[in-house]
């Protein structure tokens, strides 16, 4: 619209102002004003620029398109959330994997809870968590030190986790009725008797449902059912495979798909 032959009158309240002081852009953030100040969610200085929403948090408080209209940006501060490309994925997404290899001979133990190791490490000796519909809650270090820290991945942010996906391989022909979890555990850091022990755990991330293993003909996938989703900083996570028989030992491949908060 055109301010051609309009008079001030009746256009003012159209009309950008930083605060009516005329002093123009200066040094201070100020928030820009209507004509007849209403106050904006952005403000500017020489040096800045900010973006502050006056009522209402939104999904996209800032938005960045490409011509065709395909958000290529979108900041979203009902969610505390940035956004990116288009996929629209969270520009501070991480993954964690999580692993087992058949060499080890490993579930041991039918219906057992057994840790799948980080990336880095390769187990020597089963690290379990009980028996049950879930891993136990806590964990108690006796013997095995070494194969407890290449299960923990100690979490340095607080984060909230988006997806857990798994994909697993038996080693003989007849297979096993395989679940797996992810917990969150407090772990104590106090250098002392029970250094690494975990307590307080919770549930994360669960199977919706058990896979029939058929044996080793074929992989299968299975995408976790997200329950406990925002871990704070300073837990450990540990992920676990758990069957009903020793009939086949297992590779897996979990990924953990989280963002930072």
Request: proline letters at 2%; one cysteine or more; hydrophobic letters at 35%.
């Amino acid at each position: 619209m055109s301010l051609t032959g309009k008079t001030k009158a009746s256009t003012y309240k159209d009309l950008l102002q930083m605060n009516a002081s005329n002093g123009g852009i200066d040094t201070v953030l100020r928030y820009i004003q209507d004509g007849e100040g209403t106050q904006s969610c952005v403000a500017i200085s020489d040096d800045n620029f900010k973006i502050h929403p006056s009522n209402d948090d939104t999904t996209a408080v800032l938005g960045v398109t490409d011509k065709d209209g395909n958000m290529l940006l979108k900041v979203d501060s009902t969610n505390d959330l940035v956004k990116a490309g288009i996929g629209q994925h969270i520009v501070n997404t991480n993954i964690q994997q999580f692993g087992l290899s058949s060499y080890l001979a490993l579930p041991s133990a039918s219906d057992t809870w057994t840790a799948l190791a980080n990336p880095t490490h390769r187990l020597q000796t089963a690290v379990t968590a009980g028996t049950g519909g879930t891993p136990a809650t806590s964990v108690t270090i006796t013997s095995t030190a070494d194969d407890m820290v290449g299960v923990m991945w100690y979490v340095p942010f607080n984060i909230t986790i988006d997806s857990c996906n798994v994909l697993f391989g038996a080693d003989a022909a007849s297979g096993d009725v395989v679940k797996f979890s992810v917990m969150s555990y407090t772990v104590d850091t106090a250098n002392g008797s029970t250094g690494g022990d975990l307590s307080s755990g919770v549930e994360n991330c669960v199977s919706p449902s058990t896979v029939t293993g058929a044996g080793y003909e074929q992989a299968y996938y299975q995408a976790l059912t997200v329950s406990t989703a925002d871990v704070d900083a300073g837990k450990v996570i540990c992920a676990f495979v758990a069957q009903d028989g020793t009939n086949s030992d297992l590779s897996v491949n979990m990924q953990l798909v989280y963002h930072l908060r």
